[in-house]
């Protein structure tokens, strides 16, 4: 059996505030209480939840780790009362309600999936949180399916990167907005078949246009605002708009005549509060359908840059300026 050290670095929030706020702290390990495995973390992923995290405008739920980090990569080494055994030694991605960005972190092990085959842990690290939000939000919420169209706002995003690779895992299409011209061509590389700059050209009217005047079948946004009305008119009959964050606002006006008259649907969802049993439920879904063909290798995450755990800072403000595309990740071995 591994030995377990009593003591880890871990990367805290001194107060609300930048980068410059997250700084290595010493803090005990962890222990894995029932139905719980605590993992060995290899990487973890960096998502604009841990910004605004950061920021002091996403508190963690009251019995999470007030630690950043909402997926990890690594080694079980130790197992709760009454856990399986034979976890132990396995490589395994978790969806993590906090506690990420640390060198030991525990997770449910019913949010834990096997590092699928030919994945080095900085991939198996880069999915369970864009993996299963996209996951729930476009194929459950959304039940977009084989031959739709879906418009993704944030293309390269984590977020846009995953919702690009497993819509044309299922043959769906998938257009996105950028914003920029380099970032669109990015995401057209990724398998988006259009990417639209938002900063050169009204998306609507593109959306229009490539569609033949009928819309979209799904809008996955991230942005709320202003965008939610425009985003409607991006809809065909009977399309279905789901909600994720609200970068621009968590208000905004529509037209209730226009959902009646379009049988529109409006949804939305947020994940970190969700119960251990419904992420657990959703993990065993995804394991099913998604990831036999991840070992088959048909598609991989778009990784941006790998930063030490040490480095957390630079790889929030890597976030933060809007140069990445993909994932971004820390490495803690």
Request: net charge negative.
């Amino acid at each position: 059996m591994t030995s377990v050290p009593e003591s880890m670095t871990a990367i805290a929030i001194r107060e609300p505030g930048g980068p410059e706020v997250l700084i290595p702290e010493t803090r005990p390990v962890p222990q894995p209480g029932p139905g719980e495995l605590l993992i060995r973390v290899a990487a973890a992923g960096v998502n604009r939840p841990d910004v605004l995290q950061r920021m002091g405008f996403y508190p963690p739920p009251p019995d999470a780790s007030d630690l950043p980090g909402l997926e990890i990569a690594g080694t079980v080494v130790a197992i709760g009362p009454g856990g399986d055994p034979e976890m132990l030694g396995q490589a395994v991605c978790a969806l993590v309600a906090g506690g990420g960005y640390a060198e030991y972190c525990t997770a449910p092990a019913g949010s834990c999936l096997p590092v699928p085959a030919g994945f080095s842990m900085e991939e198996a690290a880069a999915l369970p949180e864009t993996v299963f939000t996209v996951w729930h939000n476009l194929f459950e919420r959304a039940w977009v399916m084989e031959g739709e169209t879906v418009l993704v706002h944030g293309g390269t995003s984590g977020i846009g990167t995953t919702a690009i690779g497993l819509c044309k895992l299922f043959g769906i299409q998938v257009v996105v907005t950028c914003g920029s011209a380099d970032k669109c061509a990015a995401a057209l590389a990724l398998g988006a078949d259009l990417a639209i700059d938002y900063s050169a050209e009204d998306y609507v009217e593109a959306v229009k246009a490539f569609t033949d005047g009928a819309g979209v079948n799904a809008v996955l946004d991230m942005v709320g605002g202003d965008y939610v009305p425009r985003n409607l008119a991006c809809l065909a009959d009977d399309g279905r708009h789901v909600t994720i964050a609200f970068q621009r606002g968590a208000k905004t006006e529509i037209d209730i005549s226009q959902v009646m008259r379009r049988r529109l649907t409006m949804t939305g969802s947020t994940l970190r509060a969700r119960s251990a049993d419904f992420k657990a439920a959703l993990a065993d879904e995804i394991a099913r359908t998604l990831w036999p063909r991840l070992s088959e290798r048909a598609w991989k995450p778009a990784m941006d840059r790998a930063f030490p755990l040490a480095e957390a800072g630079a790889a929030h403000a890597r976030m933060q300026a809007g140069e990445h595309v993909g994932k971004i990740v820390l490495t803690a071995g």
